[in-house]
């Protein structure tokens, strides 16, 4: 499989379809070297750390399924009672006000990291992979935000949004001409004022991703490109953009993922109402609030856990590649 | 000159709301509501530091982050490697399969498995063996009330089963670049599995260790939805969980909040400088070399 | 659900806190009748004040050891208030360890059920009304009908009705409420001769007024989402009556109905009095605004109180003072109704420490039945005014002299949508939500909103 489709690192890739090649013999010669005693350490090395993963990661994904057939209120046990069929789904798809927004609100944030985040983390990337003065300076005050954690960032965001106290009203005058725009509480422009925020993190974390891509690409290829009188900028849609193929689907793969699992900000703003309404939060909202509404919530996360399967399948499909 | 330009413009918009948090973080509330939000100041100083590290607490909300990082880093770092040494140096039928679930696990939204992970919290018994206090501070070994729930080894359990997902996926990548002839012989020359891993092979993922123990600290730093859900008890959160108490306590003074969020993100930001290096290293580990 | 019905009977009483006992409980007392028990007030407060104080029992109670609470005050005031109380209850009851856990309001009250699942401490800080019989009725909480007993002389029918359950246990202690009025600063009213309107009319006239003088004619602040219910209550109540007001909270009258949709209309013309920007402003924020004289009015708890001790100062404090919600003009005007919430003290179920700690716990909430207690937390809190008949209120200032009056007038008293109705509909996701939504554009027909709010309501499980 290596050998006929991209694979992430063309030069392992060769390794791998090499050791391919021998991988029958070599397999069996390995085997005949690992005495019982290995193989007990090898089952126990794999098998704890596994055990744990199915228990507290999969095994709670399948009894979210599970819950989501149900109307349990999270008191007491689950009873054949308290199975109801679809009805959260037919609920949630026709009757709650919120879903539609909140998968929108997801839609949007995937769309503009997507579009606006993510294509401005690339240019930084491709500015900054140069020889040039101060180019790690460039990088690290780019990446610094990425080390906070969204709870920070969005305090910080916090104080230039607030009506009436935040830096952006006061600096441009809003405040004194009685014009003030609320960024919080708007809902036609609290998402984007969010997005904001969320970007200053995201588009950081996508400038070293792709450095990183750019640092692996072979520089005979963009010296060919120059001697046979390309511009940079067809250097780099021709030449390099088709190299950094693998890379590009990782990118698309964080960035989707990240998009899904946004929840810190919006929560710490506003509890996620009001125009900031999102999938992971209506989740939190309805099975871990004063009410518990557990079987409902569990139906949003099994949505939740449907669209996230799409970016996962493919980062896994791309990068176990190599592996196989 | 252009581009310098351009980029010494984005590095002032990148640095602005930092700065404009630094500054609100200096002024005393009297000064600002004197003076107005955006204006010259009266007077700076630390004051609102010193109330917010007395009155909020904050050394003793480091000291939960601590004994739930560490040990969290340390033990992800453990089995994520010893998953992917199985993985890579060895050929079985199965370990596809298992790299695709640890990988495939970490990439979950947490509000997925929330619930039923809360369930199982209240239900599994963790026995009672004392504590190691001190002063105000306790961590119980292994548990205060027979439980996972509320403890920090619940939280240090989650964030390892957790990570372990990333770890492995970025650990199995690098030690992919070891040549399977080392295991190879040092089997022949009689080792077990056990020994390879631990004198062998870990050694030469230094690097990506490194790297990798940077990334998992500020990760684990920086979460705020397993402690907010997992634990109940306010003094056993950490500073990033307890910040979202500092709101309420300080009504509406922003400059107080400001110094509060200011805190709780220096140790990530010294970590991140003093290990610049391996930080990238770890990131980009898991992307490139696939 | 009868309990609303039989809440309702016994709530209007509440505010009389020298009542005879002997009055039957389902009464409905006229205003009249009001007026003639509140003279016996200041004779039976003297004698509540010879033989009111609860006995203590070697059984129920026990000194020293140690007692857990879990608290949600964790503003500055009431924080420091909470821990006098603690640190009250160590000294008087043998130096009894209380481990408290105080966690933010908001994911308190979130986590609740999850909370009083897990393992909660023996004691917790919560609300009367509807949310304290829902964790009742699903046997989260530990009926404390003893302790009731020793300590109920202290206590006003109309406060032993707020705290039973629907299986007619006590489970509560009610320690302090504050009613819902608005508010305003004398010294800028002085400065306008602004006066107090007492009419829809004279009201709007007064905000057009206030605009033209510069002001913020009413200060409004719902980032938060809960605090713009308070304006539907008064609203609901002064239109339609309190017996509509709660049938429609309780699911019995419909949202879609035309009286419903006149609240809104009503609502409407004051809206373009309120502050800008008031879905990005906290509660604190809209006190603020009142407190540097930017805004004219806030209709708030009396909670607003304890902003201006935060970040004013006592002179701030004391110009702080407040008018009932004006008259409508309809026939239920004269229930003088409003919302008066009460907060209390109930014991968990879960606790892993309670079966051990639970004479502890008992003597922690004989301790918080005290006037003296709820005093001390009220000092620190001035917001918060004290049930206990045997309070001293003779320190009381002005302002909680008229808070106390202003309940006592009232005919009828509700405990704020929140507590009032059932806590998934009225949280973010529920009323939050629809209310911001309609504040969003009040000019709107609301037939379609109407429309959401009812089919959610129609969603939810049966309770």
């Known amino acids: 499989m290596a050998n006929t489709t991209p694979s992430l690192a063309p030069v392992r890739a060769q390794e791998a379809s090499e050791a391919g090649a021998l991988a029958a013999t070599r397999r069996r010669r390995r085997y005949t070297l690992l005495t019982s005693h290995d193989k007990i350490l090898i089952v126990l090395m794999v098998g704890v750390p596994l055990t744990l993963d199915l228990l507290l990661i999969w095994g709670p994904t399948l009894a979210s399924v599970v819950l989501s057939f149900t109307n349990w209120d999270g008191i007491g046990s689950v009873t054949g009672e308290n199975f109801v069929g679809f009805k959260n789904y037919q609920f949630m798809l026709t009757g709650y006000t919120l879903f539609w927004p909140a998968f929108t609100h997801n839609l949007i944030w995937l769309a503009w990291l997507t579009f606006i985040a993510t294509p401005l983390g690339m240019f930084l990337a491709v500015l900054l992979d140069r020889e040039m003065r101060g180019t790690r300076i460039y990088q690290s005050v780019f990446f610094l935000p990425v080390v906070l954690s969204l709870v920070v960032v969005g305090f910080i965001w916090e104080l230039q949004y607030t009506p009436t106290e935040g830096f952006i009203n006061n600096a441009f005058g809003l405040v004194k001409s009685g014009k003030l725009i609320d960024w919080l509480g708007n809902p036609r422009i609290n998402l984007f004022a969010v997005l904001v925020a969320a970007s200053w993190r995201h588009i950081g974390y996508i400038m070293i991703l792709y450095l990183a891509g750019l640092k692996s690409v072979d520089p005979s290829l963009r010296e060919a490109a120059r001697v046979d009188g390309a511009t940079e900028v067809q250097t780099f849609f021709n030449v390099v953009l088709p190299v950094m193929a693998p890379i590009n689907v990782i990118i698309v793969v964080v960035t989707a993922i990240e998009a899904l699992r946004a929840f810190d900000i919006a929560f710490i703003i506003n509890q996620g109402k009001n125009g900031l309404e999102l999938l992971s939060i209506l989740i939190t909202n309805n099975s871990i609030s004063e009410a518990s509404l557990v079987g409902f919530g569990s139906a949003i996360a099994v949505i939740l856990l449907v669209i996230s399967l799409g970016p996962i399948i493919l980062f896994l499909s791309r990068t176990m590649r190599t592996t196989a | 000159m252009l581009l310098h330009a351009f980029l010494i413009a984005m590095v002032a918009v990148w640095l602005f709301p930092l700065f404009w948090a630094v500054y609100s973080s200096l002024r005393p509330i009297s000064d600002t509501i004197q003076r107005g939000y955006v204006s010259w100041p009266g007077t700076l100083n630390f004051d609102n530091y010193t109330t917010v590290w007395t009155q909020a607490e904050i050394p003793y909300y480091y000291l939960n982050t601590l004994v739930i990082v560490v040990p969290g880093v340390i033990l992800t770092l453990l089995l994520a490697s010893m998953v992917a040494f199985c993985c890579t140096q060895f050929s079985w039928k199965f370990n596809l399969i298992v790299l695709m679930l640890f990988t495939a696990g970490n990439l979950l939204p947490p509000q997925v498995i929330i619930v039923p992970l809360y369930w199982i919290y209240l239900h599994t018994p963790i026995a009672m063996l004392g504590s190691i206090d001190i002063s105000k501070f306790s961590f119980a070994l292994f548990s205060d009330n027979n439980l996972l729930y509320d403890q920090y080894i619940g939280i240090i359990l989650i964030h390892v089963v957790f990570q372990t997902g990333f770890a492995t996926f970025v650990l199995s990548n690098y030690m992919k670049t070891i040549t399977k002839e080392i295991t190879e012989s040092a089997l022949v020359d009689g080792a077990n599995v056990l020994r390879i891993w631990w004198s062998v092979v870990l050694p030469l993922c230094r690097p990506a260790l490194a790297a990798m123990a940077t990334l998992l600290f500020t990760f684990m730093y920086n979460d705020f939805f397993w402690a907010l859900i997992l634990l109940k008890s306010s003094d056993k959160r950490p500073i990033t969980t307890a910040l979202n108490n500092l709101q309420g306590q300080f009504f509406v003074d922003n400059n107080l909040v400001a110094a509060g969020a200011l805190l709780a993100c220096i140790p990530p930001i010294i970590v991140y400088i003093l290990l610049q290096k391996h930080f990238v290293a770890g990131l980009t580990l898991g992307s490139t070399k696939g | ?361 008992n003597a922690f909430l004989e301790f918080v039945a005290k006037g003296s207690t709820q005093v001390l937390y009220w000092q620190n809190a001035p917001g918060s005014i004290p049930t206990a008949t045997d309070a001293d209120t003779s320190q009381y200032p002005a302002l909680t002299k008229k808070a106390v009056q202003i309940v006592s007038n009232a005919k009828r008293i509700t405990q704020y949508f929140d507590r009032d109705s059932r806590p998934d509909y009225s949280g973010p996701n529920g009323m939050q939500g629809f209310l911001l939504k309609f504040l969003a554009n009040p000019g709107q027909d609301t037939t379609s909103l109407q429309g959401q709010m009812q089919s959610f309501w129609d969603s939810l499980a049966p309770e």
């Open chain 3, 1 to 361: 659900m009868g309990d609303s019905r039989d809440a309702k009977r016994v709530r209007n009483r509440l505010a009389l806190p020298y009542l005879d006992a002997e009055l039957p409980l389902n009464l409905d007392l006229s205003r009249r009748d009001i007026l003639k028990i509140a003279g016996y007030g200041s004779l039976a407060a003297f004698i509540a004040a010879c033989g009111g104080s609860p006995t203590t029992t070697t059984s129920l109670t026990a000194k020293g050891g140690a007692m857990s609470l879990g608290s949600y005050n964790t503003d500055p005031n009431s924080k420091k208030g909470t821990q006098a109380i603690v640190d009250a209850f160590t000294a008087a009851n043998g130096g009894t360890k209380v481990k408290l856990n105080t966690v933010d309001h908001g994911t308190f009250q979130n986590q609740i059920s999850s909370y009083l699942q897990g393992t909660p401490e023996d004691a917790f800080t919560w609300f009367s009304g509807h949310r304290m019989r829902f964790f009742a009725d699903k046997g989260l909480a530990t009926p404390i009908d003893d302790v009731w007993d020793a300590v109920k002389s202290n206590y006003t029918e109309g406060f032993a009705a707020s705290i039973k359950g629907n299986d007619g246990h006590a489970y509560a202690i009610p320690t302090d409420y504050y009613p819902w009025a608005v508010f305003y600063r004398k010294d800028v009213w002085a400065q306008h001769s602004y006066t107090v309107p007492t009419t829809w009319d004279a009201f709007k006239a007064l905000c057009a007024q206030m605009k033209k003088d510069g002001l913020t004619p009413i200060a409004f602040a719902d980032k938060d989402g809960w605090p713009a219910q308070g304006t539907f209550d008064i609203l609901n109540l002064r239109l339609n009556g309190y017996d509509f007001h709660t049938e429609l909270l309780t699911g019995k009258q419909k949202w879609t109905d035309p009286r419903v949709t006149a609240v809104y209309k009503k609502w409407s013309e004051i809206t373009q009095y309120y502050s800008q920007a008031f879905a990005g402003l906290t509660w604190e924020q809209g006190a603020d605004q009142l407190l540097r004289k930017t805004a004219g009015m806030y209709l708030l708890g009396l909670f607003v109180s304890d902003e201006f001790k935060a970040s004013g100062s006592q002179a701030d404090l004391d110009q702080l003072d407040f008018f009932p919600f004006p008259d409508m003009g309809t026939q239920y005007d004269a229930e003088k109704a409003l919302d008066a919430p009460i907060d209390v003290y109930m014991l968990t179920k879960k606790s892993p420490t309670l079966a051990a700690n639970r004479a502890q716990a």
